[in-house]
């Protein structure tokens, strides 16, 4: 499934940088939402925050790990901005995995300033586990490991929408052990919430941050009082406000003389090889440092530039994540014919050279629509077939070589929301409510500039616009009985905003159109598989199995049923009793019955239930199934077997929790306490295991 649903479990991909939409989630986060935010304030309620010490000329260190983007987009803005605002201090950007972890702490050297996403329920993301273990295990006792003098900030990542008992569980792992290697705090740390606002989040801690720093430059002698630092904080919103006006300035092409008639005539355009216009010129942004583009002679329709960026790879400008792979799409269906427009899909991936385990994920790169990558050209005035030139500063956030109509295709995401300062921007204002603005409508950057009459440059659009991440999809074959195919379930996202606006679901509409054709000649598709040891069938093959699944929650269920299937074929030993509670919207919302039909015949599945939500004389719940099951659940709880749950996590996870939560009340006799408690050890043991996301 893709998750659109649990894919997205990770999907998280998501959503990364929207607000309220898809997150990744399980049970024991939700079991523990009630209890963290108290746990939360009673760790932080006795931090110490001490003065910033360090001169204004001292250095600052960014420093980020980020498993999906979303650290690193929010470090590249923070050294913006403070690069703007400092332009004479050594302001650096480094990701934990650059520098060996003994080199990266610099006490009495620089501010040092973290940023850190959770990934992996509770864990850090890829890139920060060597530092991130290094510091965990580094002892105060020896003073040279002492970090008295290191003055630090953190601003922590992660979702309280499926992980509130893990909540930015790393960041604040940091924060504390910093301070208790002798580091100084100066500033409480922030926890940016990837289940509701996450820019927002960003965008107040980044706004205290800057003021701190302001007022430690008074506070060093500057004679700037706090009104000062105030209107110093509203004039340079004013400067933001200034940009959007876009001014155009005459430059010269990097290698190229510019002729005497441009030199008169374009006051406020580069001379530009990639421009559309006639003259040759283009806009320039009057803060970003402008690209240097250079012709390229090929059609932007042609081939080419639809390729994947393998071409890329082992290069300085890699963009893939290692072991990323081409898969050719051999099959791409609705299964649910009758369905609508939001019926699930099946497709179906050539494998050859892929490993993977029955419960892992598939992790996706989507490309934004040819339509909509045309649509910002226009508003760009830019030449797609220019290509971005090797020679850009190191801050250019993308790969170079690449023509601009490959870096928009590519590599960044056309539909995600701009970020709180690229939105006030773009609606020329410096106080935007953004939630309401630009966040819940989900306003793209295309749609503010064309409603407030923006022309945007190249570079103000590549420096701030949200780079692309790839998705996660759980993968809903079995590698036992397929190990050179992958299957995925998706339910293509489509909706009208509040505004009227049609949105599309990026991934899903870009797999929707990856469609099969009987040929030798496949469409193909980027992606790499993500090993999710969590989510397993149980060793010994005669443990009894529960699966419950709502929706695209299917998907990995159809793993399982299909391994198991295959185990009876090859009588791999005992297969133990399994049941399935598997609930859709309607009766035509309904995939995979024969596949379940089939599963009982063979007797990999004793008994399955399926009930529909609504369209049909006899609607329940699986939720309320669950619970009117309640002893036999009870029965497989107390009798060792595993239990699965698959689906969205906000509503479908919820109602499942609570439905064990009153059945373990019911039948174990215990309070509401003991229920979660119960549900706890379950999990710790891996006997309730689930694949859930938004
Ligand atoms: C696989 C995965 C696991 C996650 N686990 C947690 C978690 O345990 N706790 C949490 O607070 N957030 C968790 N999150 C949410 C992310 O930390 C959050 O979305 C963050 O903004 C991602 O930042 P990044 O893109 O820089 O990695 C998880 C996200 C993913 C993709």
Known sequence: MMHLG?????????????????SHSSVRALLATRQSASRIQSIYWFSTVKALSSGHDQPI?????????????FAYQLNEQLTDEYPDRNISLTEWSQVKPEEMLEPQKALHVFLTSVAGVGEPPDNGREFYEYIMNKTSTDDNNSLSGLEY????????????AYFNVIGKSLDRRLEELGASRIMEIALGDDGDCIEDDFDNWLDGFMKLLKENDAVEG????VEEVIDDAASAMDFVQQREQIQLHEVRHHSDEVSSEHKTIDKFTIQCPGASSKDGTRMKSNKFPTLTLLPKSKDINSVAAHKHLFHLNKTPNQFYTDGTVSLGVIGNKLLGVDAGES???ELKLAAPNVTYTTGDHLVVYPQNSQCIVKAYLDMLDVDGNAIIDEGQPDSYPFPKGLTIYETLTHCVDLGALPSPSFARMLIGKKDIDYKSEVAYPRRTVLDLALQYGRKLSLEDLMYQVTPM???YYSIASSNVKHPNEIRLVYRRVQYVTKLGMLREGLCTNYLTHKGYIDTQKHAHIAAYVNINPTFRLPKSTDTPVLMIAGGCGVAPIRALLEERVALVSAQCGNLGPATLYLGFRSPEDEVYRRTIEDAITVGALSNAEVTYSSGCGKTALVSDVVRQHGNRVWDHFEGGGVTYLCGGARSFGAAIESAFLDIAQEFGDMDFAGAERYLRVMIKDGRLMDDLAD
Not at 222 to 225: G, L, P, R, S
Request: charged share 15%.
């Open 6 to 22: 649990i894919s997205q479990r990770r999907l998280l991909t998501r959503a990364v940088n929207t607000c309220l939409t898809g």
């Open 469 to 471: 991440k790839p998705r």
């Open 343 to 345: 019926a699930i899909h």
């Open 153 to 164: 900030a953190v601003f922590g990542l992660g979702s309280t929408a499926g992980h509130a």
């Open 222 to 225: 500057e004679q700037v009082n």
């Open 61 to 73: 260190k960014i420093l980020y790990a980020s498993q999906t983007g979303t650290a690193k987009l």
